[in-house]
DNA sequence: TAGCCATATTATGTATACAGTCAGTATCTA
DNA sequence: TAGATACTGACTGTATACATAATATGGCTA
């Protein structure tokens, strides 16, 4: 099948904004710069319409912030604004996983989880790791966090987690593939993995406590491969999102 | 000077989202009741893009959800889905106060909540409370809490906390009106008063764990409003929010 | 030379026209 | 009579034209 110039199945709205968050994330754009509609519309080649939804979005999203006389800019993040994002995910995940146990759960329901438990068990077997398994792993690990998030049966929490998760500094995948440079990589990934198991049999126990509490920090995880990468400073390419990161 | 027929000093959008807000607020759409943009024209008195872009507002606000195939309609909630959102500020409002005693505030930050608290103080001090007293105690809760969100010095959590408030039934002062018709009431605002005290010295001797905890049992305070103004049947017409309950 | 004002350009906010798609209804056939 | 299909109507997605406001630049004055 030929690759038409404008592909139908998806509205132009919805390719603008992918148009324009790529733009955005891969530092093409810089932190405090503004967008302007019509450069918008040069870049992603749909008419102004679909790119001022996209950048209304794009705002909702957080990447992008609203210019009190009118237009957006690429926002800026502090490093202290990421590990606030990371701390304030896991909270919120934290919670997900305390309704899930205090209000009970289904071992119907709990199977999903467990599978995708045995799936990553099997790819953290090896020693070291594959850069391929690596990027199993980020699938594995966001659809596990997603089935754990909808253990809570509360729409409000889940809205709100999918939110804090937009970022993609924020998301429980974000800095996985930068750990794979690290040494301590295959390490990382068996404590993470430590966490699920714990997580799922807390829940299973109906320990609220324990089960927010481990959440919280297997969030904290993520914190700690943040401070890893920024250190050791290489394969920040893994990372793109870190171009919105000021004085960094 | 003379009331025009469109006041140029709001945008069409935002005269439009408050027309819409207030419309489906007050209950003269039916939860999941589709809400055409024609329709949506004929009430605002704008043209079809600021409705849109009101739309779409509304939608992130969490007021209206959208249909698959297009537009929106207006969300529904169920009871649980008002409790788990209260639950889910005062987690958020629990990090905040978190935040503020472990990186700790100046006495000069401290300054204007005493202040707040003070004339709180004021107002609860007559026995029985009147309904202007309601009123203004709504307004200093509600700068209280801006004033408490603002110490944790996060931007990201302050956005979600904002987000998370944006429901009139999830914010601090959502049931405060209520309790005015309840014959608990001063007794109730007491001990959110006690709180409130509690959570600023908390932070003041940065009692983490304490000033997180006590914030989370705050907002537990609105749950039990909500379940005893529903329980009593009276004057729920305080509680315009409550139109988009179903089978309350 | 520096600062301010005026002008021109470019930005966004708004309205409307057009096209495509979805849904609802009515009719026809089995 | 029930089901399926075709048609009609309405709604949303998109593009573009117009008006207003903001900004930048250049010239003038102190």
């Given at each position: 099948m030929a690759e038409r110039e404008t592909d139908r199945s998806v509205s132009q709205t919805v390719r603008a904004q992918l148009a324009l968050r790529d733009l955005v994330l891969s530092g093409r754009l810089r932190p405090g710069e503004r967008i302007s509609e019509l450069q918008a519309v040069e870049i992603t080649g749909v008419s102004r319409t679909p790119v001022r939804m996209a950048l209304v979005r794009l705002e909702e999203e957080g990447l992008l912030e609203a210019i009190p006389s009118g237009g957006f800019m690429v926002k800026a993040f502090s490093e202290r604004d990421i590990l606030d994002s990371i701390e304030l995910r896991g909270t919120l995940e934290g919670l997900a996983a305390r309704f899930a146990a205090e209000r009970g759960v289904s071992s119907r329901d709990l199977e999903p989880l467990k599978q995708c438990l045995d799936e990553i068990d099997g790819l953290v077997?090896?020693?070291?790791?594959?850069v391929e398994a690596f990027s199993s792993y980020v699938a594995l690990n966001a659809r596990f966090h997603a089935l754990l998030t909808e253990l809570s049966r509360s729409s409000p929490l889940v809205r709100q987690i999918d939110r804090a998760s937009a970022l993609p500094f924020a998301s429980p995948s974000g800095f996985v593939m930068a750990q794979s440079a690290l040494p301590e990589a295959r390490q990382i990934l068996l404590i993470a993995q430590d966490h699920h198991r714990v997580v799922v049999d807390a829940i299973e126990n109906r320990e609220g406590a324990r089960a927010e509490a481990i959440m919280r920090e297997h969030a904290r995880l993520a914190a700690r491969n943040l401070r890893l990468a920024l250190r050791n400073r290489t394969r920040l390419d893994l990372l793109p999102a870190l171009a919105l990161v000021t004085s960094g």
């Open positions: 077997r090896q020693d070291p790791i594959s």
